[in-house]
Nanobody
C-alpha cells in the first residue's frame, strides 16, 4: 500500500511562494504517478499537478501553469510542489495523491492513495 505524508503548507501574501513536500512510502510498483489535488470548502477537489515517476513527465492545471513546478527526488521518494506568484484563488487544502495511471491532459488517474492534506492560505 502507498502512504503519503505532506508538509509545507502555511500562510503567505499574494505574490509569495511556498513549497509543498510529499514523502511517498510503499512499493514503487504501487505509485506510477504522484501529484497534487486541492479543495476549497464547498467545491469539488481539482487536480493541480502530477508527475510520472518513471520519466518525470508532468501535468499542470491551466491556472497554475507557469507558476507551479512539480518535481521528484527518487532517492528520497519525495515529490515537491514549488508554488510561486501565489494568488488568493490558490487558497485551499492541498492533498498529495498517487495514481496507477498518468495522462498528459488530466494528470494522475486511478487514484489509490491520498495524504492527509495541508492548508495553504494566500491573503494580504
Amino acid at each position: 500500500q502507498v502512504h503519503l505524508v505532506e508538509s509545507g503548507g502555511g500562510s503567505v501574501q499574494p505574490g509569495g511562494s511556498l513549497r509543498l513536500s510529499c514523502v511517498v512510502s510503499g512499493s514503487t510498483s504501487d505509485f506510477y504517478a504522484v501529484g497534487w489535488f486541492r479543495q476549497v470548502p464547498g467545491k469539488e477537489r481539482e487536480a493541480v499537478s502530477c508527475i510520472r515517476w518513471s520519466d518525470g513527465r508532468t501535468y499542470y492545471e491551466d491556472s497554475v501553469t507557469g507558476r507551479f513546478t512539480i518535481s521528484r527526488d527518487s532517492a528520497e521518494n519525495t515529490v515537491y510542489l514549488q508554488m510561486n506568484s501565489l494568488e488568493t484563488e490558490d487558497t485551499a487544502s492541498y492533498y498529495c495523491v498517487s495514481g496507477e495511471k498518468f495522462s498528459p491532459n488530466y494528470g494522475c488517474l486511478v487514484l489509490n492513495a491520498w495524504g492527509q492534506g495541508t492548508l495553504v492560505t494566500v491573503s494580504s
